[in-house]
């Protein structure tokens, strides 16, 4: 597994994982943010307690603040993902300086 962050803001986190075929990144909780994770290359397997998302280059899903999850590498080549990673509460602030 090879994980970098691309950007890191104030309280905003961009990175990107490559996952060789078997690999995955462990469970885990996002302690007071919320995560989207969007698939760039091969097929990989979001799991959380109440659901499985299974992504392809150009799909994501997001993932609640505290709520454990896993992502594994579901093809048999490498696969590669973004997630990014916010405080919570900044979509409001963003939005609020919208209008």
């Excluded at 909780?29 to 959380?48: A, D, P, S, W």
Aim: charged letters at 25%.
């Amino acid at each position: 597994m090879q994980a970098k962050t691309v950007v890191r803001g104030e309280r905003l986190k961009l990175g990107k994982v490559s996952l060789e075929c078997g690999e995955s990144m462990p469970e885990h909780v996002t302690t007071e943010r919320e995560e989207v994770i969007i698939c760039i290359h091969g097929k990989i397997r979001v799991r959380t307690p109440d659901r499985v998302h299974w992504l392809k280059p150009g799909e994501f899903c997001h993932v609640a603040p505290e709520v454990l999850h896993s992502v594994e590498n579901a093809s048999i080549l490498r696969s590669e993902y973004f997630y990014a990673v916010a405080m919570l509460g900044i979509l409001c602030e963003a939005e609020q300086h919208l209008h």
